[in-house]
């Protein structure tokens, strides 16, 4: 579910006698800094055919219109939807379940996986554990967050970071790792303390990976969160797609997803900003 | 025979030694046994002296520079940098490595300062040094740039002015240019004799280049591989200060094919 970063945005311009140049190109602007209209015209085309292929299945009822209502009333749908106070309620607590999961999953992984990183004893204890664990579903755990924690938004940004906590687990691990070997020997030589070491060494050097492991927390957290609403919840958007889906609002029910796939697109847009921001030396 | 060089340190330092190695041994484990690295290796560096340690790969001259820069340990012999046992983390030694290891993240200036922020020098004092050690290196105007945004030369030149910003006496330097072109690693060669000729720090240079520690050096020391032993220590009576065009210099030719001999004959041997 990674992104990886698709092509080298940054380019070294040597010029004559100068110094080099280094250019930060903006995601749509080719090789000369030009805003590149093909890599919005050719994704615009494929969205526009497959919206009216969908709307041309439910309209000639290809597809019953009950199972799949046209795209139009869809969108008509989420218009009005979004003028009830209840749908912007829901979203709200679905929001916070994310975001509150999401932080409490990232920070407690963090410290685990430097703790894991810098110290043996606790490599060797846990990370053995946290890779088997990795490996289980953990959306397998909902029902029973519910037991434990209720119906209320605590099962529900619990299973959150639960299932957010392990990519970032890994990758800050795997950051520490992957140091470079002559770099320790050179803050070695400094005679450089460990806090030291991790601050000014193991921790930048590793933000590239750890990032990587965020970006799919962000992605996972959201799952987390509306996993967590359909096993049991009062509120969310979770319960909204389900009590939707019962009363046959299957346009409602489309609504709220297509709702859902904007915020994940906007919570994931912003921790690639920020991994931009932050790490802006990636790829070299 | 040694040629009085120009810019020699004061009389009183200049018999004083800076390094001394004496009756080094260094066993590495290894799956399939321990493996002797270095035996009974004895040679010392003199206050304001080049000296390289010359051999083929195996004969443990990386692994002697590291243990005269306390990074690695070793099992018996004495090994004394300025008048101390070795230990890392002083600001008298400063070590520079094949690779330039400049951290990405950070602007070449801040690079330079790195050594700076650990060992808590005065901060304004620092920023002025980096900058005329920049200057000195030929990097000014780069000072805010990244280390991508710089030919492998110029990185090595930027390491250069790191390992120099906390002023040491004693420069270890482990195949510092082996990794650059041809014509980078020469003009990096006469700019590190010229400097080392104004600054008049002891430095030991570890490089597999023969013609390349003839032209840099004031001695020799010439290791054989498996294990690492001294076969010869060479005085280098080239005069000083050293320029490019000395690479042909009849004397330096024949101190060339001298180690070049001496290296020669134990592969023979082993081969034999």
Known sequence: MTAEPTAERTETVPSMGGPPERRLASPLTDRSG?????????????????????????????????????????????VSLSQEGF????????????????????????????????????????????????????????????????????????????????????????????????????????????????????????????????????????IGAIVAEFVGASEGMGVMIKTFNFQLEVADGFAVIVALMIIGLVLYGIVEWLDRKIVFWRGH | MATRRSSAPPQADAGRRSVTVEGLHKTYGSRRGPVEAVRDVDFDTRDGEFVSLVGPSGCGKSTILHIVAGLIPYDTGTVDVGGEPARPGRREV??????????????VQDNVLLPAEIYRLDDGASRN????????????????????????????????????????????????????????????????????ETLSRSVLYVTHNIPEAVFLSDRIVVLKARPGEVLEVVDVDLPRPRTLDMITHPRAVELSAHIRGLLGQTERVEAA
């Open chain 1, 87 to 222: 749908f912007w309620r829901n979203t709200w607590i679905t929001l916070y379940e994310t975001l509150l999961g999401f932080v409490i999953g990232v920070v407690a992984a963090w410290v685990l996986g430097t703790l894991i990183g810098i110290f043996r004893p606790f490599r060797l204890a846990i990370y053995p554990l946290a890779v088997a664990f990795q490996n289980t579903p953990r959306v397998a755990l909902a029902p029973l967050f519910l037991t434990w924690f209720g119906f209320g938004l605590t099962s529900k940004y619990v299973m959150a970071a639960t299932i957010c906590f392990f990519p970032v687990l890994i990758a800050v691990v795997v950051g520490l790792e992957t140091i470079d070997h002559d770099a320790r020997t050179l803050m070695r030589s400094f005679g450089a303390k460990r806090w030291e070491t991790y601050r000014k060494l193991s921790l930048p050097s590793s933000m590239p990976i750890i990032f990587a492991g965020v970006k799919q927390a962000m992605t996972l957290a959201l």
């Open chain 1, 34 to 78: 030009r805003f590149d209209w093909s890599l919005v015209l050719w994704p615009a085309l494929a969205l526009l055919l497959l919206g009216a292929l969908w709307e041309a299945l439910s309209r000639f009822e290809i597809v019953d219109p009950i199972i799949l209502p046209p795209l139009t009333e869809v969108v008509v749908s989420l």
């Open chain 2, 94 to 107: 400063g070590i520079m490595l094949q690779k330039p290891v400049l951290l990405p993240w950070r602007s």
């Open chain 2, 129 to 196: 040094r980096a900058q005329e050690l920049l200057e000195m290196v030929g990097l000014q105007g780069f000072e805010d740039k990244h280390a991508w945004e710089l030919s492998g030369g110029m990185q090595q030149r930027a390491s250069l002015a790191r390992t120099l910003l906390p002023d040491p006496s004693i420069l270890l330097m482990d195949e510092p240019f082996a990794a650059l072109d041809e014509f980078t690693r020469e003009r990096l060669n006469a700019e590190l004799a010229r400097l080392h």
